[in-house]
């Protein structure tokens, strides 16, 4: 077969990772085969194995980008200098989660709630495969590791209550946005927005 | 074949559903077959069909017990005459959460770490079937209410901020328990009667 330049193997791979996003969120991972994948993007049956070995591949690929919508503007607002309280950084993601789409690395436009119906169903497979919860919990380290380091500036600012430990509270905050993902895909949560407002009075500053 | 008293057979139908909890909770529900049940079981191939139709009506049996086992406690604190905090809500979960086995309605003793494995992949199946998100958004919307009336409760008797939406606050309230869960079995939250008080301190009252 003729080689591929960089640029077009990349929109090759982004159209087979789309098509495989639909199929699980429509018909759940396990429900879909390689050639459903294939026949999804419009390409041949073998094509999906020159970028991925595997539906297991291609899954982590997806709960990458996930992962990366839930949490990427929670890191960003803990990485600033300013000292975040408790609910900017759990507000920063549930906007993320509330948007229609998201744009990925890429710059592609991803629908959230495709993304989001993945993720849930990539929690299953992590119980199963050790090499996905190992990669998944660096992920989830390096996440509350930021949170963490935000807490403790925003508790030598005054703006999150000196008692909360940095790091089970980091753990808290992942809890809510993990939790409310859920309840966006499976529990009719439709209006994320109007949560703003309570996540502040329920989480206090200082 | 003999009929089974009344004891037996709910005796037998146990053993079943225990037995598949093993196999979903080890091999995953997609990789377990209704054979493999009976196998685990040590019974005749045909038997589980004398008590389920198939394998989802088995995990939805599960997963009405790892709903009673998150939101029971929950639910009695609710229905207590008492007005608790916020922080006293989730904490009498979190301690539910954190036991080894609980008892089910039958007096059998069910191991948690189990249910909650299975709990995380009936998420997976309620994104494709109707009928078990209806099922589970009636479970979902009834705890919701019964935390709502609580919450309000709270606020007549000073230990919930008057501010907090009970409604969207008992969204927050099951949103922290099902990202409690998820952490408990995916990313290698051991010490959930910790976070007792980092709760507590995250959720001030009144």
């Known amino acids: ?29 396990h429900q879909t085969s390689m050639p459903d994948i294939a ?9 999906p ?6 539906k297991d591949e291609i899954i982590l690929a ?21 000292a975040p309280s408790v609910a900017d950084l759990v507000t920063a993601s549930l906007q993320a989660l509330s948007a229609e789409t998201v744009t990925d690395a890429a710059g592609h436009d991803v629908p959230v709630e495709e993304l989001l119906r993945c993720a849930v169903q990539t929690w299953s497979e992590l119980l199963r ?5 190992a990669h998944a919990l660096d992920g989830f380290e390096s996440v509350r590791g930021s949170i963490a380091d935000a807490l403790r ?9 000196p008692a909360v430990d940095p790091e089970r ?33 329920l989480l206090p500053e200082g």
């Not at 960089?6 to 018909?27: G, L």
């Not at 495969?129 to 919860?133: G, H, I, L, P, V």
């Not at 500036?153 to 209550?161: D, E, K, L, S, Y």
Request: proline share 3%; aromatic share 8%; net charge positive.
């Open 49 to 54: 194995y020159r970028y991925f070995a595997g």
């Open 62 to 82: 997806i709960a990458g980008d996930a992962f990366r919508l839930v949490f990427a503007p929670i890191q960003e607002l803990a990485a600033a200098s300013a």
């Open 153 to 161: 500036r925003g508790q030598a600012a005054g703006t999150v209550a």
């Open 129 to 133: 495969n050790d090499t996905a919860q």
């Open 1 to 29: 077969m003729p080689r591929l330049t960089p640029e077009r193997r990349e929109a090759k791979r982004a159209e087979i990772v789309a098509a495989a996003r639909r199929c699980f969120s429509r018909d759940g991972f």
């Open 169 to 201: 509270g980091a753990r808290v905050v992942m809890g809510l946005l993990h939790g409310f993902l859920l309840q966006r895909v499976a529990f009719g949560l439709t209006d994320t927005a109007a949560f703003t407002g309570d996540i502040r009075t």
């Open 39 to 47: 026949a999804e993007a419009g390409v041949s049956a073998g094509a």
